[in-house]
């Protein structure tokens, strides 16, 4: 759990499931390019889960830049995540660590987390594939870019 009615996650597979449905998740922001898994998408399909993913053009833009994110996919998934209208919300990447990362990194500067507290939690997570880049990322994130709709999450 990231926050509330907020959890966090790499690629889920059968065996996780069940524990996605105690969840009630409303809708899954997919953060990774490459293609879920038939039974993920089996799953939310029978769950009534929505899937929201990056847009094609945004993976374009990160793709040039040769990051691991591009700022405007930063920006496209908070504005999911600062929308109550998506919750109980999970968001994913592959591994859980580096995208997930990056996003829940920059939530958190939103937050008004400090740094030191925002780079200890994304390396709990990415463990031993922490990404200086990616840390940088998040340092430099311009939290004025982001649009903080009026019917945000009562934890932001």
């Known amino acids: ?52 993913r990056p847009p094609a053009e945004l993976a374009d833009i990160q793709r040039q830049a040769n990051s691991s994110m591009s700022e405007a996919e930063v920006l496209s998934a908070l504005q999911v995540i600062l929308s109550s209208q998506y919750y109980p919300l999970h968001v994913m990447c592959n ?7 990056i996003v829940i990194g920059c939530l958190r500067k939103l937050q008004g987390w400090n740094l030191t507290a925002i780079f200890e939690e994304y390396r ?9 880049l990616n840390e940088q990322f998040i340092e ?3 939290t004025d870019l ?9 934890w932001l």
């Open 140 to 142: 430099l994130f311009d």
């Open 124 to 132: 709990r997570y990415a463990g031993s594939k922490v990404q200086f």
């Open 146 to 154: 982001v649009r903080v709709p009026l019917d945000h999450p009562n």
């Open 95 to 101: 591994f859980g660590h580096q995208r997930t990362g």
């Open 1 to 52: 759990m990231a926050e509330y009615d907020l959890s966090r996650s790499g690629q889920c597979h059968q065996l996780n499931f069940p524990f996605l449905e105690r969840h009630n998740l409303k809708t899954v922001i997919y953060l990774s390019h490459d293609e879920p898994s038939q039974p993920f998408l089996n799953f939310l399909e029978d769950q009534g889960i929505d899937l929201i």
